[in-house]
């Protein structure tokens, strides 16, 4: 019959397809339990949101099938991830956000906000623990595109950020009257961005999806001032106007020192809903090509479809509304991405375990 040693010598031939060491090695093989020949077993993930959770399954099974006596295989899965770089002011302002994604575009109109709500929804229904920070403080528009009104709640002190479809929100939104204009300079937006981190009770955060303004401006710079940003997504449309900034964008975040997680071609594409004929409206392509030649990673093409803007418009994110669609499963596996290229660089460049 099959033993303990037996089962984890053969999945010490399991290869984690990214971290290029085996399960067993990196500590990711919890409560195995054989029972005759019954084996079960959980996979500790660096998140939820693994895209590769089919491939480690068929390795696994594939490397239990050569041990004799094991008639049943039961894979359980769970996750721990790791938190990204730190300092002293943000342990002390918000200790449990565990890593910044900075979701940026050079210029507006690209549909940043829209994808930054929907990657957030993405990742929490993953399972992954998600805030949903609104720095745009001169056009708020996250609390509109995630349902949300009224004035967030306190208690101890601190605000409590709104939730919905698992996300925890944050937005100057909730704090002034949609008709009222902030007429602020820089030290100003400094300073509000300081109070949604040291007066906002975020709890623990696997990920906390930063919504910045369009450009590289003051809001750009505090964010990266003020916390260490794992890493930073630009979003562009196909056009070679929206790549010429977006090309501005990613060496301001060279400048200060943020590692660029990729881009995301948005309005990639519009896919006819009576014929399925597709139609390349702001041309094609681009936002790969872009990616080759800036040697940044291209996560990902998202159609254009009007029910994007229609569940925005209703305060009901796409990935809510439909999940299963061309679109969401396209933000579903950007959102997969994301993730997998921050657990890879927590383990391999910052040595997190």
Known sequence: MPTEESVLAALQKVQEPELGKDIVSLNMVKDLKVDGGKV????????????????????????????????????????????????????QMAPGIKNVIAVSSGKGGVGKTTVAVNLAVALAREGAS?????????????????????????????????EAY??????????????????????MIHGAIQQFLRDVDWGEIDYLIVDLPPGTGDAQLSICQLMPVTGAVIV?????????DSRRGLAMFQKVNVPL???????????????????????????KLAAEKLGVDFLGAIPIDVA???????????????????????????????????????RTVLRVI
């Open 40 to 91: 079960s077993f959980t996979v500790q993930l660096t998140t939820p949101a693994c895209p590769l959770k089919s491939e480690i399954e068929n390795r696994c099974r594939a490397a239990l099938a050569g041990v004799e006596g094991i008639d049943h295989i039961e894979v359980n899965w769970g996750s721990q991830v790791a938190r990204g770089a730190t300092n002293p002011q943000m342990e």
């Open 130 to 162: 998600v805030g949903l920070m609104d720095a745009d403080i001169y056009g708020p528009n996250v609390p509109k595109m995630m349902g949300l009104t009224g004035q967030p709640s306190s208690e101890g002190g601190k605000l409590i950020p709104p």
């Open 166 to 187: 698992g996300v925890h929100v944050m937005s100057m939104g909730f704090l002034v009257a949609d008709d009222t204009p902030l007429v602020w300079r820089g030290p």
């Open 236 to 244: 562009t449309t196909p056009q070679e106007v929206s790549l010429m």
């Open 261 to 287: 997680l990729g881009i995301i071609e948005n309005m990639s594409y519009f896919l006819c809903p009576h014929c399925d004929e597709r139609t390349d409206i702001f041309s094609t392509g681009g936002g």
């Open 308 to 346: 994007i803007r229609e569940g925005s418009d209703r305060g009901e994110p796409l990935l809510a509304s439909d999940p299963d669609g061309v679109q969401a499963q396209a933000i579903t596996e950007i959102a997969r991405q994301i993730a997998a290229r921050i657990a890879v660089r927590n």
